[in-house]
């Protein structure tokens, strides 16, 4: 009898068993080929994520398997989504990365899959193990693609890095889920809220909510958690750095949205404080440390911090319509993050080949108007300049703080925001004003069709807002 209801208990993971048969695959078949089967492998890779996409569409929703520690909801259904999404863009980075920076290795797509169904666990965990599990398998196929351009002092170094303090964050999340089993006797989220609600929270379990937010911290590089964001943004390969950005980042806010939600919400008080402290110091350090770079892809580690920030202002309303704020706003940084890294991958140069110093886009409204066009659209969204979507997603999650009465953090976040612009602008006037240098390259296809979307996207959001929105709603809907 138990036989009969194990396999149909899988059908809500399938789109993760999509995943992991495909990568499986993939690698038996890379390792008895040559390198000019990689173009194929990373084909392949993109058509398996398109089919999870499909499968995570169709899936119905309000299902669960091993006995709850996984949930299929409208929450996972779009956060999963928006991780596919994240995770196809890069691999079709690489592709035309690969062409002339000697990246062919047919690794990189499949650890690409295996980190993306670490994520998709991540996003569905409803239980302590689920998390560490799905933290831990998307954390070590990132430590091996940061490093995976073994000839590159930057990379290996990055990898190190980023291993390390990932190993601490890791360690640090283990001790905080120790002591709340110790204290609550589970570690089922529906367990952790029930003690919770029923015996308030004790010193024993606010010390464990505290480390467990501080290794997801570690995750989205949430300040004073963010110090390898810079280093391993600046010596990963770029459509590393572009996954990185991305994908990852969904998945760990997404966790961070359904623990403090579902696990920890009887003790709001007590994990507010510390969102709006990550929050706050967040939006600060992105504002300000980005402004003396140099080097655009530590800029854009900053940036990205600095994002996480305002993401986190909505999640500290601690209500429905802050998670609303937070997947709308986790949805455009997505993926004007994206197409701003296809513009920093199309900066080669015949003698040179990759150049990363923003002074290396002097003029390019001259040489390469409709790039420098694309670029300065996803700059100003960015920045939240209106009336692009960049300052919707900000609106949505300002708005949150302020009907939460959470009105000193909105004032930090819009000060910080106007801060932010500046270091944004200074790329635009360096590419609309300076004088031209050599041309780039010509761009390839797959980063045109990427900065193609992201732009339109940018500017014609209206088009779809209707549906994102209501699908942002349903997605936070289900977790209350």
């Known amino acids: 009898m138990t036989d ?36 194929t492998i990373n084909l392949l890779a993109i058509f398996a994520i398109l089919g999870s996409i499909v499968a995570v569409c169709t899936l119905r929703g309000g299902s669960s398997t091993f006995d709850g520690a996984f949930q299929f909801d409208n929450f996972a259904r779009y956060l999963k989504v928006l991780a596919l999404i994240g995770a196809a863009v890069a691999i079709m980075m690489s592709s035309s990365y690969a062409r002339f920076q000697q990246f062919t290795r047919f ?31 998307q954390s070590l196929a990132i430590y091996v693609v940061v490093s995976i351009n073994r000839d590159s002092v930057r990379s290996t170094e990055a990898g190190l890095k980023y291993f390390v303090l990932g190993a601490l964050s890791s360690g640090m999340l283990l001790y905080g889920i120790s ?76 966790l961070f949205v359904r623990l ?101 886009l002097s003029g390019l409204a001259k040489t390469h108007p409709w790039m420098a066009a694309a670029f ?20 949505y999650v300002f708005l949150a703080a302020v009907e939460a009465d959470l009105i000193p953090l909105a004032i930090i976040g819009v000060l910080s925001s106007a801060v932010s612009a500046f270091y944004y602008l200074r790329i635009i006037k360096v590419m609309v004003f300076d004088e031209p240098r050599d041309r780039f390259e010509p761009m390839a296809g797959e980063l045109r069709l990427i900065l193609a979307v992201s732009g339109a996207f940018s500017l014609l959001f209206f088009l779809v807002w209707t549906p994102i929105l209501s699908a942002a709603t349903a997605a936070a809907q289900s977790l209350f």
């Open 376 to 395: 300065t659209l996803l700059l100003f969204s960015l920045a939240g300049i209106p009336p692009l979507v960049g300052f919707f997603g900000k609106f």
């Open 260 to 360: 403090v939600m579902d696990a920890f919400a009887p003790a709001f008080i007590a994990w507010q404080q510390i969102v709006i402290f990550l929050s706050v110091m967040s939006m600060i350090l992105g504002a300000f440390a980005a402004i003396g770079q140099t080097n655009i892809k530590r800029l854009m580690a900053y940036s990205s911090i600095g994002h996480i920030g305002y993401a986190l202002v909505g999640l500290a309303a601690g209500t429905e319509q802050g998670v609303i704020g937070v997947v709308l706003y986790m949805t455009i940084y997505v993926i004007t993050t994206l197409g701003a890294f296809a513009c920093i991958i199309a900066m080669r140069r015949a003698d040179e080949g990759m150049v990363e110093e923003i002074s290396d």
């Open 4 to 39: 009969l209801h194990v396999f149909p208990n899988l059908v809500p993971l399938l789109p993760e068993l999509i995943l992991a048969v495909v990568a499986i695959i993939l690698l038996i078949t890379g390792a008895f080929t040559d390198d000019d089967a990689v173009p």
């Open 179 to 254: 002591l709340i089993y110790g204290f609550t006797g589970g570690t089922s989220f529906e367990t952790i809220s029930g003690v919770i609600a029923a015996d308030g929270a004790g010193l024993g379990i606010l010390f464990g909510v505290v480390f467990v937010l501080a290794g997801i911290a570690f995750k989205v590089s949430a300040v004073p958690f963010h110090m390898w964001t810079p280093d391993v943004y600046e010596g990963a390969p770029s459509p590393v750095t572009a996954f990185l950005a991305a994908a990852p980042k969904v998945a760990a806010m997404a």
């Open 107 to 137: 690794e990189y797509p499949v650890l690409i899959l295996l980190s993306t169904i670490g994520m998709m666990l991540m996003i569905s965990a409803s239980d302590m193990i689920a998390v560490y599990l799905g933290l831990e398998l």
